[in-house]
């Protein structure tokens, strides 16, 4: 069964930083492609970054250069580095693992950035 846990959310202050965590457990060998969403309030669901199970990254324009995301596959978690936060980052962050045809969510983390 495979579970998705995430981890590190908080209240910060503009310009500040925060690490989300996404552990991926009961997984195989081959790892898991990780998308993170996030959900401001009032707002659909969006994706806001995606680290692939070859390492490929990608990230929606709004956080480029301010966010990043790596994983280290001996722990089978996926980081998202939030750096330089703004208001417009709060939101409900959400982890995605997915094989294939396979997704699996976590419950989410909430990130509030806020003065």
């Known amino acids: 069964q495979v579970q998705v846990v995430e981890s590190g959310g908080g209240l910060v202050q503009p310009g500040e930083s925060l690490r989300l965590s996404c552990e991926v457990s009961g997984a195989t060998s081959t790892p898991y492609g990780v998308i993170w969403h996030r959900q401001s309030p009032g707002q659909q669901r969006d994706w806001v970054a995606s680290?692939?199970?070859?390492?490929?990254?990608k990230f929606v324009d709004s956080v480029k250069g301010r966010f990043t995301i790596f994983r280290d596959n001996a722990k089978n978690t996926v980081y998202l580095q939030m750096n330089n936060l703004k208001p417009e980052d709060t939101g409900v962050y959400y982890c995605?693992?997915?094989?294939?045809?396979?997704?699996?969510w976590g419950q989410g983390t909430q990130v509030t950035v806020s003065s």
């Open positions: 995605e693992a997915v094989r294939g045809t396979l997704s699996y």
């Open positions: 680290v692939g199970g070859t390492g490929a990254r």
